[in-house]
């Protein structure tokens, strides 16, 4: 029988519906976002936990916060605002510092109390 972990692969993200980040560039985001859940819980998920499918997507929704974080940087710099047919939608400058606090947040909606660490 295989474990939850082998449950976070492109295959189960693209299952569940997400699709914002290339194939190629996914185990680098799902790394990353493991890192974080192990970070903020204190390493309370393990295998079988991430077969939980709450917490899996928990797990996808980090990684899209990492390539989102990603792709702006990339592009040169963070996303201050766009314009579009009289629509306008601006944006704080400091986008990056919220990243940490997204990814937070994420796993204080999607983990159980019981797996955070020191009742984050």
């Given at each position: 029988m295989a474990t939850g972990m082998t449950r976070i692969n492109y295959d189960e993200y693209k299952r569940l519906g997400y699709s914002m980040i290339p194939s190629e560039q996914f185990e680098r985001f799902a790394v990353m976002a493991r890192m974080a859940v192990r970070k903020f819980t204190n390493g309370n998920?393990?295998?079988?936990?991430?077969?939980?499918?709450?917490?899996?997507?928990?797990?996808?929704?980090?990684?899209?916060?990492?390539?989102?974080?990603?792709?702006?940087?990339?592009?040169?710099?963070?996303?201050?605002?766009?314009?579009?047919?009289?629509?306008?939608?601006?944006?704080?400058?400091?986008?990056?510092?919220?990243?940490?606090?997204?990814?937070?947040e994420l796993i204080q909606l999607y983990f159980p109390k019981e797996q955070l660490f020191r009742g984050v």
């Open positions: 998920v393990d295998d079988t936990d991430a077969a939980d499918e709450n917490i899996l997507r928990g797990i996808f929704e980090i990684c899209e916060v990492y390539y989102s974080d990603s792709q702006s940087t990339e592009s040169g710099g963070r996303l201050a605002g766009f314009a579009n047919e009289g629509y306008r939608e601006q944006y704080f400058e400091g986008a990056n510092i919220s990243v940490n606090k997204r990814v937070f």
